[in-house]
Nanobody, 121 residues
Framework: VQLQAFGGGLVQAGGSLRLSCAAS????????IGWFRQAPGKEREFVAA????????YFADSVKGRFTISRDSAKNTVYLQMNTLKPEDTALYYC???????????????WGQGTQVTVSS
């Protein structure tokens, strides 16, 4: 599976960004997709995930109510809509794919290259 994450950038606090994760190399419908992030000096953490059908979503407590996740099967793409961004959301964001399991504890074996999100105060 090849994953390409893009859409990051610099935004002021309170602003919005939409990240995209484009998948190729296998049947998109077989993949659960998760978003993770890693800030400098911190461990990678789970942000959000969506199951194979798009019927179930998962969010870290820190982003609940601000972020949404969706998938477009026609475009083999998962989106992470990030609203009301805070400086603490600054991190390198990665998307990952799992063929087994779903949610934050799925077996994410394939990872994209990451896209930087910087939120200024």
């Amino acid at each position: 599976v090849q994953l390409q994450a893009f859409g990051g950038g610099l935004v002021q606090a309170g602003g919005s960004l939409r990240l995209s994760c484009a998948a190729s190399g296998t049947a998109f419908s077989s993949l659960a997709i998760g978003w993770f992030r890693q800030a400098p000096g911190k461990e990678r953490e789970f942000v959000a995930a969506i199951n194979r059908s798009g019927s179930t979503t998962y969010f870290a407590d820190s982003v609940k109510g601000r972020f949404t996740i969706s998938r477009d099967s026609a475009k083999n793409t998962v989106y992470l809509q990030m609203n009301t961004l805070k400086p603490e959301d600054t991190a390198l964001y990665y998307c990952a794919a799992a063929t087994y399991g779903t949610g934050p504890r799925a077996e994410y074996n394939d990872w994209g290259q990451g896209t930087q999100v910087t939120v200024s105060s």
